[in-house]
């Protein structure tokens, strides 16, 4: 069974520049996850789709947006790129996110490593 | 206050040892509370989910204090493939459940 995969794994853009960071979840997964790790950092929450809706999002500006699509892919988008964006954009799934469904799994993929100069 | 806060280590310990991680919450309506480990320069993959009565999985077992918002992590009898960070992760309902992490424990396990 393939796992979570993202790409590109490694990319470098420029300040003001755009990126766009893709996600396949494992089949059967129907939620999706985004977290940063920036150098030395951990994890922090992006952003949850699941059913193709954005059901969360972490304390970032509105210059990092997504989206999900039918078959439960996701993008991360970034726009005007800051040298402070530069980090490990971890995408991951799991089964629906419920409240019943308990000890809710995040399965991770490999990771975007984006640099910006 | 971060949300889940580690003591980011590292531990230093010898091969065979016992060693002790510790991570606690802010949250008191977390819900699922889980350890990944992360190798350098990898993606976190779960070591274990931690319940309410304490569960064990070979030489690590994890146990949770609701009371004091604090989970625990032990790893009896360290091997050198030990080494790595050890995130600790809880699920939390604010406007939508999100898992968040702690920064982690940096573990090296030494021969």
């Known amino acids: 069974e393939a796992g979570v995969t993202q790409s590109p794994t490694h990319l470098i853009k420029t300040r003001g520049q755009q990126v766009t960071l893709r996600c396949s979840p494992i089949?059967?997964?129907?939620?999706v996850y985004w977290y940063q790790q920036a150098l030395g950092l951990g994890l922090q929450f992006l952003l949850w789709?699941?059913?193709?809706?954005?059901?969360n999002r972490g304390n970032f500006p509105p210059r990092f947006s997504g989206r999900q699509f039918p078959n439960y892919s996701s993008e991360l988008n970034v726009n005007a790129l800051e040298l402070e964006d530069s980090a490990l954009y971890l995408c991951?799934?799991?089964?629906?996110?419920?409240?019943?469904?308990?000890?809710?799994?995040?399965?991770f993929g490999a990771g975007s490593r984006l640099t910006v100069l | 206050r971060k949300e889940v806060e580690q003591d980011p280590g590292p531990f230093n310990v010898p091969e065979g040892a016992t060693v002790a991680f510790n991570c606690t919450y802010s949250?008191?309506?977390?819900?699922?509370f889980f350890w990944y480990r992360q190798d350098c320069r990898k993606e976190p993959k779960l070591l274990m989910s931690?319940?309410?009565s304490g569960n064990e999985d070979g030489r690590f077992t994890a146990q949770l204090n609701r009371a004091s918002q604090y989970i625990s992590l032990l790893i009896r009898d360290s091997k050198l493939s030990d080494s790595a960070t050890y995130l600790c992760?809880?699920?939390?309902?604010?406007?939508?459940?999100?898992?968040?992490f702690g920064a982690g424990t940096r573990l090296f396990v030494k021969a």
């Open positions: 949250n008191s309506a977390s819900q699922s």
């Open positions: 931690v319940y309410s």
């Open positions: 789709y699941d059913e193709g809706e954005e059901r």
């Open positions: 992760a809880v699920r939390v309902l604010t406007g939508g459940f999100k898992t968040i």
């Open positions: 991951a799934s799991s089964v629906q996110d419920r409240v019943s469904s308990g000890a809710n799994v995040l399965t």
């Open positions: 089949s059967g997964h129907t939620s």
